[in-house]
């Protein structure tokens, strides 16, 4: 399959301090972040060339992240890999006998197909497989604001990489949950 480097997840416990790093001191630009249902997760996207940091905060203490820094704090979590076809890469890998957390694909941030292959499998490291949205849903995740006609293009994914520059702040979107960036 063909696969290319999406993004590397980072465990965030105290996310002013991951931006004072990434965003002040670094001089990267943090795009307006994205909540994450179903992973209770918080995902503040860092484009960095063709790839993108990923810094995720818990939203709750059953969170995957807060377990997961609870147990080996902040730092790398997992590397995502995209694919053209989630379905069939995870096909091919249970053919191939690797053990998979997600046996079928869930739904991750920007409306992406994800699926999380055991680190087990790909030794020590949690690798996520993504399979971008083709178009934004007319109906997104209830904890999303509903793009309004109004929306700025800077919000939809299809313009997500290309005009990253300009989003600085999450002024945009008025109901998103986190003051945290300015
Ligand atoms: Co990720």
Request: positive net charge; charged residues 20%; proline residues 10%.
């Amino acid at each position: 399959m063909k696969a290319v480097l999406d993004h590397v997840g980072i465990a965030v416990k105290d996310l002013p301090a991951a931006l004072a790093f990434y965003r002040d001191a670094l001089g990267l630009i943090v795009e307006a972040p994205e909540e994450v249902v179903s992973q209770r997760v918080r995902a503040h996207f860092i484009p960095v060339g063709e790839s993108s940091l990923e810094l995720l905060e818990a939203t709750a203490p059953d969170s995957p992240i807060a377990k997961y820094i609870e147990k080996r704090g902040p730092g790398l979590h997992h590397i995502t890999l995209r694919v053209d076809d989630i379905n069939a890469a995870l096909a091919q890998l249970r053919a191939r006998g690797a053990r998979l957390i997600d046996e079928k694909p869930r739904p991750g941030a920007e409306g992406a197909l994800v699926a999380f292959i055991h680190p087990a499998s790909a030794h020590g490291v949690l690798v996520e497989l993504k399979q971008l949205a083709a178009h934004r849903s007319p109906a997104p995740s209830p904890q999303s604001p509903v793009p309004s006609p109004t929306t700025p293009p800077v919000f939809q994914p299809a313009a997500h990489r290309a005009t990253s520059t300009a989003v600085r702040s999450s002024r945009g979107s008025q109901s998103r949950p986190s003051a945290s960036i300015r």
